[in-house]
């Protein structure tokens, strides 16, 4: 596979390709496959309902933006959160697969902060990974491809929304940032949460916080239902958390 790539890649360049991959993706998860290897995406058919405003942070090339849509119907609103121009081009292509007009792009990193920031594409084994984006000063990385883009913070981006029920982030690694200037929003909405978190520090710091506005924590279970979780495992666990507001 990573000699597919490469190959395509080569002949494609690194836009082409990334837009015939998330052709590709999208047809899949339509025609039900990839249940096995994304099961959170496919979760979120029993969390979004019609009329439900959404957050995509990090929309990348659309992927939950556009089942959120088809999910949230006419009478809904996803909101989703792209600063990389290449992949947001890609973003407005393929969203409009979901067939709703409901979307609307906001083409900023969060922070904490309102300034320009510089994000770059890591180069991990001799590829480049788009889905790991990320804020240069997150993290220490090969970069081998940047981007000028604007930071927002987002309880500045979103104060003028009337609802929100569902949220999720995927930040590589900055999460902490992005939820720590988004406490009034979750506060005045109490939405449900999805976020990928990376980096023990990171983890603990997100957990904390949405434990401090009443939420608990917890993952999804090999029957794709919610399960809370151990404090060890909150320390060790690599896949998606799910933040439940009390009720």
Not at 18 to 32: N, Q
Not at 184 to 193: A, I, M, Q, S, Y
Request: net charge positive.
């Amino acid at each position: 596979m990573k000699l597919i790539r490469k190959i395509l890649i080569k002949f494609l360049g690194i836009e082409g390709y990334i837009k015939l991959a998330s052709r590709v993706y999208l047809s899949m998860v339509r025609h039900g496959y990839l249940k096995k290897q994304y099961p959170e995406l496919f979760y979120l058919k029993k969390i979004i309902k019609p009329g439900n405003t959404c957050i995509d942070i990090g929309a990348n090339l659309g992927y939950y933006s556009t089942l959120m849509s088809h999910l949230a119907g006419e009478n809904g609103r996803i909101y989703a959160v792209e600063p990389i121009p290449m992949f947001y081009n890609i973003w407005k292509k393929n969203v409009k697969r979901s067939g709703h007009n409901n979307l609307e792009l906001f083409p900023y990193a969060l922070g904490g902060e309102q300034k320009n920031v510089k994000m770059g594409m890591p180069e991990r084994d001799g590829l480049l990974h788009h889905g790991m984006t990320k804020v240069v000063s997150s993290a220490n990385e090969n970069y081998q491809k940047f981007f000028d883009v604007e930071m927002r913070m987002p309880d500045v981006l979103f104060a003028n929304i009337n609802r929100l029920d569902f949220v999720k982030c995927d930040v590589e690694g900055y999460e902490s940032e992005v939820f720590s200037n988004m406490k009034e929003t979750l506060k005045r909405f109490k939405p449900l949460v999805q976020s990928e978190l990376n980096g023990n520090e990171n983890r603990m710091k997100v957990i904390n916080l949405f434990e401090s506005l009443g939420y608990t924590p917890k993952i999804l279970n090999e029957s794709h239902e919610l399960r809370d979780i151990t404090s060890e495992e909150k320390l060790t666990l690599s896949q998606d958390f799910y933040f439940v507001p009390e009720k």
